[in-house]
Structures are given as C-alpha cells and as structure tokens.
C-alpha cells in the first residue's frame, strides 16, 4: 500500500524558517494534484498551499509572500519552503497527494513556532 512519508517538522523561534517534505513509499502514476494542509488544535484541517500537475500552485492568504510549494516530479515529492514563521502558524502539517486512482495522506508532522 502506498504511503506518504513527510519530514521537516520542528520547533522554530518567530521569523524562521522551516522546510516541509513529502515522499511517497511507492510509485504512483498519474498524479495530478499535490498539497499541504494544517490543522491547529481546535480548528478544522485548512488549505496551505497546493501544486498542480502543470506546475500551477494555489495557497492560502495567510501563506502568500511567505510560504512556497514546489515538486520534484522524479522523486515523486512534494516540498514546503515556510519562511518568516509566526506563532499562528503552529499546527499539525498534512500531505495530501491526489492521483488517479488515489487520495492520500500523510500522517502529519508538527510545527510549533514559538519563542
């Protein structure tokens, strides 16, 4: 069965940086859609930022100017480059890859941003 395995997570002070990774465990053809998505406690799951299969990206408002998504299309991997760090942007960190024949997500890793 194939699984996401992301990467990167961490305590940060205000202002950092962190960078997110998201692999996954085996081949998976046909994917057309990669995203990163938070849940803080207490809150719902929300949209980060997301990346199409012609390299199109669409984020959040609170993730423009400060976050990018990029792909490697080889390694079947999807990044998130998360500067300028604030301590609302503390939460949990899903993956979700969509291909034709998939929806996953990854388990989530942790970024608490805090002085």
């Known amino acids: 069965q194939v699984q996401l395995v992301e990467s990167g997570g961490g305590l940060v002070q205000p202002g950092g940086s962190l960078r997110l990774s998201c692999t996954t465990s085996?081949?998976?053809?046909?994917?057309?859609?990669m995203g990163w998505y938070r849940q803080a406690s207490g809150k719902q799951r929300e949209l980060v930022a997301g990346?199409?299969?012609?390299?199109?990206?669409t984020y959040a408002d609170s993730a423009k100017g400060r976050f990018t998504i990029s792909r490697d299309n080889a390694k079947s991997t999807v990044y998130l480059q998360m500067n300028s760090l604030k301590p609302e942007d503390t939460a949990v960190y899903y993956c979700?890859?969509?291909?034709?024949?998939?929806?996953?997500w990854g388990q989530g890793t942790q970024v608490t941003v805090s002085s």
């Open positions: 979700n890859v969509r291909a034709s024949l998939y929806n996953i």
């Open positions: 085996g081949s998976i053809s046909s994917i057309y859609y």
């Open positions: 990346i199409f299969s012609g390299d199109s990206t």
